[in-house]
C-alpha cells in the first residue's frame, strides 16, 4: 500500500517546454487534487476531481490542464511552463466523506528557467 | 465561503517551551471538519488530526493537544514541552459544504535547542 505516489519528484525544465506530473493513489478514492506550495502562500488549489473522467478548476487554474482517465491516477499537465511556475506541487486524494482524511503525495520540485 | 486564518506566520520557541499555534476559521456550515497538518523540513505533508463541529472535547495526544471552540470559531494547536523534531510548518485546514479542503496559511515553528 503505497499511498499518493508523485512522477517525478524532481524536475527542471526551460520557458516553453511542456511536461505532465503523475499522480497515483492505491486506495480507491473518488477525489483528487493538484496543489502548488510556494513561500507564503501556503497550499493553493490548482485543478481537482470528483471521479473518474471528472475535472475541476481550483484557485490557481490558468497554464494547467489536468486530466483523469483512471481513478487511481490524475495527471497534471504544462503546455508551456513559465518561470511563475516554478514551485513544489503536491497531489493528494481522500473520498467524500467529511470524516475521511486527506491524505499527500510527497510532492513535485519543478524549476523552470 | 469558506476561510481558515493562521495568522501567525513565524514562531520560535526554545526546547521544552510550550507553544500554542492559533487558527481561526470561517463557514455557514453546520456540519465542518477541521483539521491539522504538519510538513516537516523534509517536504511531506503529514495528518496530525480530524475534528467534526459536533465534537468540541479538546483532544490530547502525547506532547500535542487540539481546543475547539465553536463560539470562537477557532480550533489551536498546543505542543507541549517543544522539540527540536517539532519544527515544521503547520497547516489547520476546514472541510465543509463537500467543497475542497481550505487551508491556512501555514505557521512555521522553529524551536531552538
Known amino acids: 500500500n503505497a499511498g499518493v505516489t508523485q512522477t517525478p519528484k524532481f524536475r527542471v525544465l526551460k520557458t516553453g517546454q511542456s511536461m505532465t506530473l503523475l499522480c497515483a493513489q492505491d486506495m480507491n478514492h473518488e477525489y483528487m487534487y493538484w496543489y502548488r506550495q510556494d513561500p507564503g502562500m501556503g497550499l493553493r488549489l490548482i485543478h481537482y476531481s470528483v471521479g473518474e473522467g471528472t475535472t475541476a478548476k481550483g484557485e490557481v487554474p490558468d497554464g494547467y490542464n489536468v486530466s483523469r482517465l483512471k481513478k487511481q491516477n490524475f495527471l497534471l499537465g504544462l503546455e508551456s511552463a513559465a518561470p511563475s511556475q516554478t514551485s513544489v506541487y503536491f497531489c493528494?486524494?481522500?473520498?467524500?466523506?467529511?470524516?475521511?482524511?486527506?491524505?499527500f503525495g510527497p510532492g513535485t520540485r519543478l524549476t523552470v528557467l | 465561503a469558506q476561510k481558515v486564518t493562521q495568522a501567525q506566520t513565524e514562531i520560535s520557541v526554545v526546547e521544552k517551551e510550550d507553544v500554542t499555534l492559533d487558527c481561526v476559521y470561517e463557514?455557514?456550515?453546520?456540519?465542518?471538519?477541521l483539521f491539522w497538518y504538519k510538513q516537516p523540513p523534509s517536504g511531506e505533508l503529514v495528518f496530525l488530526i480530524r475534528?467534526?463541529?459536533?465534537?468540541?472535547q479538546n483532544e490530547i495526544s502525547g506532547r500535542y493537544s487540539w481546543n475547539f471552540q465553536k463560539s470562537t470559531s477557532s480550533f489551536n494547536f498546543t505542543i507541549t514541552a517543544s522539540q527540536v523534531v517539532d519544527s515544521a510548518v503547520y497547516f489547520c485546514a476546514l472541510y465543509s459544504g463537500n467543497t475542497p479542503l481550505v487551508f491556512g496559511k501555514g505557521t512555521r515553528l522553529s524551536v531552538i535547542a
Open positions: 463557514t455557514r456550515d453546520t456540519t465542518y471538519y
Open positions: 493528494a486524494s481522500r473520498n467524500p466523506r467529511g470524516t475521511d482524511t486527506q491524505y
Open positions: 475534528r467534526n463541529s459536533f465534537d468540541e
